[in-house]
């Protein structure tokens, strides 16, 4: 038999697209008034994350202290149990304002401009608002940095996510599916240590993977004060067909009860700033192009979300023209000086 005998793909039909998702818990589909559709939606996001937003902070140590840019940055590990430590910088621990800052797909490093670290879409934004007066808080996320790999130290044992240069099959992400948990759900367990650590108000700042991290977490805190979230907020349905971006948004079953602008919204009446590059949008070799053409209708259903909370002026679309998938640092500040 040759080869020429198999099925081609021009011989199918290759237009899938899955049934459109009932999205029962989605503002506009409801049915109810604000307060009782926060009520609810926040609880049900709870469960679909697998979030317990009753954990406390574990032991904090110091490991090391450094100056740098006229910065103090202090290294932290926090143990979180199930044989596990996170580590954190805190930069400029004199500051009165803080800030959790909040990285994407990459590591801390491209935060704090470490010397030989080629700078990239995030623009080293701690270090820049630790520069401006505000002590900030910049937690390595699971899945990436030196936690690329849970399991680093269990012998021929991996549970990994991200690693730049090398093959990823993600089994951390899809070890906790089959746990009935999720990254995106862990890693808000572990914002909400450190902002327990904290003891204190606070502002968020996120971009990517850490933008959605900034519009999730703060759904289950009472100390959060005002959100910047910075490419991100574009419908879960474009997430990955049209806009190519990695698994570490997905949440198994999500869009039976809400979209992204759903769980926005919950921040209400909070203050938040939705920040796009107008060059983020889909094309090749752009994995995240969060500017993509369900982001405009998100950002109407967030406004109407807040418009019923009574705090539509509180919401604020940003974009920044020829930027692509990155922070505008400057916009970032002007944001949080006010």
């Known amino acids: 038999m040759d080869y020429d005998f198999l099925v081609r793909a021009e011989e199918l039909e290759l237009k899938y697209r899955a049934p459109r998702p009932e999205v029962r818990l989605g503002f506009g589909r409801a049915g109810l008034a604000w307060a009782e559709w926060r009520e609810a939606a926040a609880a049900r996001l709870g469960e679909v994350l697998a979030v317990d937003a009753g954990v406390r902070a574990g032991e904090v140590r110091e490991l090391r202290r450094t100056t740098t840019e006229g910065v103090e940055v202090v290294a932290l ?52 608002l630790a520069k401006a007066g505000h002590m900030v808080l910049l937690p390595e996320l699971r899945g990436f940095g030196v936690l690329s790999d849970l399991a680093a130290q269990r012998e021929s044992e991996s549970l990994s996510y991200w690693r730049w240069g090398e093959h990823m099959v993600y089994t951390l992400l899809t070890d906790t599916f089959q746990r009935g948990r999720t990254l995106l759900g862990d890693t808000v367990e572990d914002l909400l240590r450190w902002e327990d650590w904290l003891d204190t108000e606070c502002d968020v700042v996120g971009i990517s993977w850490g933008g959605d991290l900034a519009c999730a977490y703060p759904v289950f805190s009472n100390r959060v004060r005002r959100i910047f979230a910075s490419g991100t907020l574009g419908s879960f349905e474009a997430v990955f067909a049209e806009a190519g971006s990695a698994p570490a948004h997905c949440v198994p079953g999500i869009l039976e009860w809400f979209d992204r602008a759903d769980i926005a919204g919950l ?19 752009n994995g995240s192009a969060a500017y993509n053409s369900t982001a405009p209708e998100a950002f109407a259903q967030l406004q109407e979300i807040y418009a019923a909370a009574g705090a539509r002026d509180e919401v604020t679309l940003h974009v920044t023209a020829g930027l692509g998938h990155e922070m505008d640092v400057e916009l970032l500040k002007g944001f949080l000086s006010c």
């Not at 921040?267 to 070799?285: E, I, K, S």
């Open 77 to 128: 590990v926090m143990g979180v149990g199930d044989g596990l430590s996170v580590p954190a910088y805190l930069l400029n621990p004199g500051g009165q304002r803080v800030v959790l800052a909040l990285h994407g797909h990459g590591q801390v490093d491209e935060c704090l401009r470490i010397n030989g670290v080629h700078e990239d879409y995030h623009h080293n934004f701690a270090i820049e």
């Open 267 to 285: 921040n209400a009446p909070r203050r938040l700033a939705v920040h796009y590059g107008a060059l983020d949008v889909p094309g090749p070799g």
